[in-house]
């Protein structure tokens, strides 16, 4: 298998267990939408969302009165996320690869992606925004990551590390914990394009707290973990489980940032 088809068919892996996805998933902060809606996208906006899950970014753009389209690979995904629309007279849900669908003759106010961004071919994501975008629209993408806080001190880091080392080969060595601000704020690609200005950034620290199980529940959203075979992913949430409960006394608290990345079309 090529490097390119991996790449494929762990985004594929999302669609196995939609409804688990929709569960477990954290939510964005409010304020993301909030500096959104400064930003332009405003009641009438036209939205082209790329990859939107179950639809639950779709949800808060839908609620402030924007016009979507949201594109999703997904077929069971899709589904849930038109069910979880429904009320929305303004939404349309596709099932298709943001890849191959036709770009409609009228161009959106702003092309949106939360955590999807990155699952896009790189070749074409952002001429392709660019294409579905009017000149003077915007580009806003979400990112998520996991940083250094809440339950993760270096100790049970390195414990959960040896976790996965074991039974994920893929594991790089040495991994640690960022803090937010060593993550760099990055739009190199966007502007290497010539089609987008700068971009602004902004960004939320928050936490979430899990029980083990709702923890574990998490995990088998993330394609990584769904790729391993069945007796080396099960050993591995064995593994984690047990020491979220005897470390932890069955609780694990996990900070996240949260980064909005908003450019505009120039050419």
């Avoid at 906006?45 to 808060?60: K, P």
Wanted: with cysteine; aromatic share 10%; net charge negative.
């Amino acid at each position: 298998m090529s490097d390119g088809d991996e790449y494929v068919t762990l985004r594929e892996r999302f669609d196995e267990d939609a409804v688990r996805y929709d569960r477990a998933r954290p939510r964005y902060p409010v304020e993301l939408f909030d500096d959104l809606a400064a930003a332009g996208v405003t009641a009438g906006a036209g939205v082209l969302e790329i990859g939107c899950g179950t639809g639950q970014a779709t949800v808060s753009l839908a609620e402030r009165g924007c016009r979507i389209v949201a594109v999703e690979l997904g077929a069971d995904l899709a589904a849930l996320a038109r069910r979880n629309l429904a009320r929305f007279d303004a939404v349309e849900v596709v099932t298709a690869a943001f890849e191959g669908w036709a770009l409609p003759a009228e161009p959106f106010d702003v092309v949106f992606a939360a955590t999807a961004f990155h699952w896009i071919d790189p070749a074409v994501r952002v001429s392709k925004s660019a294409d579905a975008v009017r000149l003077g629209g915007l580009l806003a993408t979400v990112g998520t990551h996991h940083i250094a806080g809440g339950s993760w001190d270096e100790a049970f880091f390195d414990a959960i590390q040896e976790c996965y080392s074991r039974f994920d080969p893929s594991t790089p060595a040495g991994l640690r914990l960022q803090r937010a601000r060593d993550i760099v704020e990055d739009d190199r690609e966007l502007v290497s394009s010539g089609r987008f200005g700068a971009a602004t950034f902004s960004r939320y620290e928050w936490e979430q707290s899990y029980s083990t199980a709702e923890y574990l529940d998490l995990l088998l959203t993330y394609s990584g973990h769904r790729a391993l075979p069945d007796e080396q992913r099960s050993a591995l949430l064995d593994a984690i489980a047990r020491l979220i409960d005897v470390e932890l006394g069955g609780r694990i608290v996990k900070r996240y940032l949260t980064e909005l990345r908003v450019a505009r079309r120039v050419r």
